[in-house]
């Protein structure tokens, strides 16, 4: 059976743009930038998109380019065991998949609320009614217990989420393919109509300036290092196999040296211009001081509240409000769908199922687990599973993954493929080769140390002071890490049981896949 392809170049970099743009671009990095001091924190993040996260994206796209399948079975070729990685990629996209489908429905949802920004008016209780929407129609304890609850509303956004999740991806690269135009463009214009209002209030200049100008004394701090470092990382949709899975259906004549330059550094403008959108819009309604550093409760509570006073008009507000999430929506949908092909890519390739089945079937089980997150206690569980997938999971994974190319794989050979098709710009061989032995592994190295350290001298309970409990740190943090770890282990007990069926496991090497070969 043919492979899918992407339908033209464009094609493929507007869906890797898509994938990396998605609601951590929206809100993670400008609330990262507002903790960090501006600026500096821009720098940094410069530096680690240079450093780290270029070099590792454009691996990804490659291998998997050459070798047409999703991570596992591109991982595999360089070596039996490296297959491993990919299934702790794979989990990582499975178990974030879920939760971002929980997050994508909460934004529908108050795309759909936003016409009771109309009715919100004077400053203390428009502003009180709108930080209260969202919390109270999710019907949220605020802790880890309280599954008896389940909010409806959220519940029937998560059927709208996977119905259009799916009909995105129905059809693969094709279907993709002619969606991404749209979701791609639609939230960067949304972005420019919020930036103008933004820009054009009275007061906006100071958030401009405390967004651009460096607080040197920043640098000092060494969560911001951390935080810089796991938001590249985070927001280029690496280390979840998504990117193997958008290479694997690349055509052999694709400049994947560009192309990644291309889709980081769209990447990180989109995040500039939304980060001008916040601190711009939070300046003039005089709440920069409000910015948190958790995204959750910028996009739901704190932005809420500046919408009351964008304008004098409820009305207009209204029609902000409606912008605003339908601005969130086209973000995130394309993150979701990326990351359900990568998982799917990966699960079809290894046991050749169809892969519209596979789509069909992954996207019902996942929707049937996000349930869970539209209870009571669903908003806690999700910080927590979140928390332990970014903080360690995919940390592992880009340490794995470099490792595995940096020293147990002939480096060169990935960076000839990333190479191969390059006119012009291509990428040196010193920037990869530092950047994937030494920098990438020892980089997110210690920020795994780092992270598991605050964590024990924090108590060792991840939100105990929010009431988070040490049973839910365990299921939804260590429980899944574990599973995630352990993924390539029952994926082999699969294997061995479907043997006995006759099923045949694909032992090619990477030199078995000639670069140039037409797929199978
Ligand atoms: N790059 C995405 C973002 O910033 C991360 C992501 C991709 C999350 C795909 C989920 C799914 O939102």
Redesign the pocket.
Known sequence: MARDNWSSRSTFILASIG???????AWRFPGLAAKHGGGAFLLVYLAALFLLGIPLLAMEIAMGRRINQGVPGTLRTINKKAENIGWIAVSNGLF??VY?AVVFAWVILMFFLSFKFAGFTGAEDGIEQASGLWLETIKTTGTTSGYGTISFPVLGCLILAWGSCYYCIRNGSQSVGKVVKYTVSLPVICLIILAIRGITMPGAGEGIAKLFIPDWTALSDSTLWVDAIGQVF????VA?A?MFAYGSYLKKDANVAVDTVIIALADMLISVLAAIVMFSTMAGTGMLDNMTASGISTAFIVYPQAIVNLTNSPVLNAIFAFVFYFCLITLAID??F??VEGTTTAISDKFKINKKKTTIIMCVIEFVIGIFFCTGAGLAWLDIVDNFINSYTLVLTGILEAVAVGWFFKTGKVLEEINRNADGFKMPVGWFYISIKVITPVVLSLLFIWNIVSLFKNGGIYGAADGYSLSANIIGGWLIIALSVFSGAIVKLIVLHMKKKGYREDDRTWDDHQGSEETT
């Open positions: 994938s990396a743009v998605g609601l951590g671009n974030i998949s971002y985070y927001s280029l949709s979840m998504i993150s979701l990326s990351i």
